[in-house]
Every structure is written in structure tokens, then in C-alpha cells.
């Protein structure tokens, strides 16, 4: 009975992110920033990904700032995420700007 509670009982909620660079250039200092904490990635290179994952507490907007390769620094804002929200959330840097995946995430519980 123990054991069957330990299995099916508990379930951790974290989000799947992978920061994508669709532009020609390098990209460098990147910083995502979530609610309660932050992760980052000193360069991605064209067509190069990063994965992290991460788990969400308190509620906010996820932000990413870098720098391009034209050495211009770039912020945007996305999608806001809530304590319990799961899934993927991709982060496309590209030339005409930052794009998410999706742009909206459902209430958390």
C-alpha cells in the first residue's frame, strides 16, 4: 500500500524550455528570468538550442534579454506563468525578434 502511494501520489509541475537561435549571427548573454528565479547561456550559435527545465513558483512573466550579433542588446516579454503550470515553452530568438511558444500558458492550479 505504501509503495503504491509513493508511485502514483505525488507529481512535480516544471516547464520544458528550449531557447532557439533562428538568426545568422552568434547570440550571447542570454538570460531567461521567470517567476522566482533565472537561468542563462553564455552564446548560442545559428541554428543552436539550449534546453532547461525548470519549475515555476509564485507567478510573473517570463523575460529574456541578450545580445546580438551585431552586439545590440535585446529584452522581451512573454507569456506569464503561474505556480502548477507544466509543459514546453519555446523561446525563438529571430531576426525580426523574440517569438514564443506558446505565447499563453492555461492558470496553474
Same mark, same amino acid.
Given at each position: 500500500?505504501?509503495?503504491?502511494?509513493?508511485?502514483?501520489?505525488?507529481?512535480?509541475?516544471?516547464?520544458?524550455?528550449?531557447?532557439?537561435?533562428?538568426?545568422?549571427?552568434?547570440?550571447?548573454?542570454?538570460?531567461?528570468?521567470?517567476? =522566482?528565479?533565472?537561468? &542563462?547561456? +553564455?552564446?548560442?550559435?545559428?541554428?543552436?538550442?539550449?534546453?532547461? $527545465?525548470?519549475?515555476?513558483? %509564485? *507567478?510573473?512573466?517570463?523575460?529574456? =534579454?541578450?545580445?546580438? &550579433?551585431? +552586439?545590440?542588446?535585446?529584452?522581451?516579454?512573454?507569456?506569464?506563468? $503561474?505556480?502548477?503550470?507544466? %509543459? *514546453?515553452?519555446?523561446?525563438?530568438?529571430?531576426?525580426?525578434?523574440?517569438?514564443?511558444?506558446?505565447?499563453?500558458?492555461?492558470?496553474?492550479?
Amino acid at each position: 500500500m505504501v509503495l503504491a502511494l509513493g508511485v502514483s501520489g505525488c507529481h512535480s509541475a516544471y516547464i520544458n524550455s528550449t531557447i532557439s537561435n533562428e538568426t545568422d549571427k552568434p547570440v550571447s548573454l542570454i538570460q531567461v528570468d521567470y517567476p =522566482s528565479a533565472s537561468f &542563462g547561456v +553564455q552564446s548560442l550559435n545559428p541554428g543552436q538550442n539550449f534546453k532547461y $527545465r525548470f519549475k515555476v513558483l %509564485g *507567478s510573473g512573466p517570463v523575460k529574456v =534579454s541578450y545580445t546580438d &550579433g551585431l +552586439q545590440h542588446d535585446h529584452k522581451a516579454t512573454g507569456p506569464i506563468l $503561474r505556480e502548477g503550470n507544466e %509543459g *514546453s515553452l519555446r523561446i525563438v530568438i529571430a531576426n525580426d525578434g523574440v517569438h514564443w511558444d506558446p505565447a499563453s500558458f492555461p492558470p496553474g492550479r
